[in-house]
């Protein structure tokens, strides 16, 4: 069965400083890796995707996360965070077929001043 | 790009009632639909499955006969939730495939939040 552990339940860094989102998946076979990122009341925004190809992958809003097979993981990344990215982030597996996305618990981002 | 529309994107209802709530995909063909619960500050569970003119295949512990999903075209899906109680209360959001490739995952609705008086 596939899973997502996104270990950070709540994590707080300072506007401007860079940020790590944790992401560990189980996936029987080759996984399509996504990050979505939520503000409170609103509906899913898609940051990134990973299907294939180059294993670091650009998304929006600057952001950036690298797929590592070794490792199971697929990090977001943010070099310097801005009090807008202040949301929730949920990182999410699926694969080729009609199979559905499974969600990671997420991850609650607070910026500081 | 691809859209996914929901709607309503919030209704309250008197327990006992039943409510609709509908996903579109407005410039795509949506072969299979899926639709998710969200509880407060948790994350996304998925309910049920619906590929078009097919039954829904509902996850473990969901009830298909109070949370009817009907896919009866390429662009429309909607779940009806039946006599609905405060504990129905949350947040529905769906989201769509057109094919089976990765590229085929075409996003997710803006959500209806669902207030059970």
Known sequence: ?113 | GAVVSQHPSWVICKSGTSVKIECRSLDFQATTMFWYRQFPKQSLMLMATSNEGSKATYEQGVEKDKFLINHASLTLSTLTVTSAHPEDSSFYICSARSGREGSSWKGFGAGTRLSVL
Do not use: M
Not at chain 1, 45 to 74: C, H, M, N, P, W
Not at chain 1, 77 to 94: I, L, N, Q
């Open chain 1, 1 to 113: 069965a596939q899973s997502v552990t996104q270990p950070d339940i709540h994590i707080t860094v300072s506007e401007g400083a860079s940020l790590e989102l944790r992401c560990n998946y189980s996936y029987g076979a080759t996984p399509y890796l996504f990050w979505y990122v939520q503000s409170p009341g609103q509906g899913l925004q898609l940051l990134l995707k990973y299907f294939s190809g180059d294993t670091l992958v650009q998304g929006i809003k600057g952001f950036e996360a690298e797929f590592k097979r070794s490792q199971s993981s697929f990090n977001l990344r943010k070099p310097s965070v801005h009090w807008s990215d202040a949301a929730e982030y949920f990182c999410a597996v699926g694969g080729f077929g009609n199979e559905k996305l499974t969600f990671g618990t997420g991850t609650r981002l607070t910026i500081i001043p």
